[in-house]
């Protein structure tokens, strides 16, 4: 920790999942803060959202009891797997055991209560909405307002997502994410009356999945393979498409779709960070979550890690008296683990919506024959995405100059 007269400043470029987590890392640690979002409103796109107990963990580091605000408007996922088409468990696993393995068990909550609550934590006054960057100086530490007003920090977070301006003009010439052949819908269902399983069938080409709100509805999400990015589509073609796809599934599977409301079905083809960029920071600039590593999100980790980045990020900074060693503290520490689970993310991707039938009896086996070593066996193969290192662990300490 610094001490000194002036507060340090950081200013963050996105008010999404990353960007209020930044914020009130920061704020946390005693920094001044600005937390910029173009929209008017914080209106989150998607319906729900898994938070694993990795992220959890790095919440709990922010003062101000977080992750007990996150449980009062949660549900816990309880026993939830995959299934086959067929209804047989492909691999299961329970709430409990995850708390007992990494402290706190999975949860899934509603993406507009999560932002909401987020930013209501925030300092008084340091979040603007309605406000977009139009430009940013990594060197200088200077965004410029679309209304030309120009402020400074000691350091500038790009939290602007997965079609991050900042990330073009940090990184110029190097790729962004590409369509990753997958596309996927979101909806909420009301639930009464429905003997529903709480998981995710694999069928032939795509996965369909439900999972319990507090509010009584069922978050449902469905995702398949794709060689195209799909054409857009009324709400009726787009529910006609899941019936075309899911509908053969069993029970409670076609009663499901039947209930989703065609006014308010979600899709959106899915883009992933096939190549790293080269750093996490430029300048005084940090890039963080989908901006940084956009995913597949098959292994419920997009926002997760935009968190994690997050309270690395402000952890590393306020530790160290110098901007740049902070920044290249925090590449070190984020690049290996999301590039990996970038990378893991897509593999699982391929595995839950694969084509092929003899492919999938291969995968079907291999994940039935992991599921009879039992359910600590499962979980051990999710440690490498469940355990959450606080970055003083991560980041190794650098020998004395
Ligand atoms: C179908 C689906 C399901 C998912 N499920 C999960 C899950 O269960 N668990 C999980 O952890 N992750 C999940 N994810 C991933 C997760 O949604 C994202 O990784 C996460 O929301 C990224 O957060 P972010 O803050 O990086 O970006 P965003 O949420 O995109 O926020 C970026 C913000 O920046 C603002 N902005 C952009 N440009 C400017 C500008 N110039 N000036 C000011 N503001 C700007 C935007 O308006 C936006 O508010 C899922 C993703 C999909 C597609």
Redesign the pocket.
Known sequence: MMTGTAKRRAIV???????LTAGLAFAGKGWDVQV????AALW?V?YA????PN?QRALDTIPGGIVEQIHSLATLQGESGIRTARGGWLSRNDASLAEERYGHPAVVLRRAELVEMLAANLPPGSLRLG???AGLDAATGEVTLETGEVLRGDVLVA????HS?ARAALFPGCPGPVFAGLT?W?ALVPSAGIDYQVGTTWSRGGEFGMLPMKDGRLYV?AEAAADKPMPRRTGAEEKAELVRRFGGLRPPVPEVIRRIDEEAVLR?D?HSMQVPLPAFHRGRAAI????AH?MA?NL?????Q?IEDAVTLAYVLDRSGSVPQGLADYTAARMPRTSLIVRRSSQVARFATMRNPAGQVLRNGMLRAMGLLGSSAALRQADFVMRWDHPAVAVRPRPPQ
């Open positions: 470029i996105g008010a999404g999942i990353g960007g910029l979002e173009r929209t989150p998607g959202l898994i938070m694993a992220a406000t977009p960057v939290a602007d997502g997965i301006a996927a979101q999400f959106a899915i963080l979550g989908d901006a956009a999100p419920g980790q997009g926002a997760c935009a």
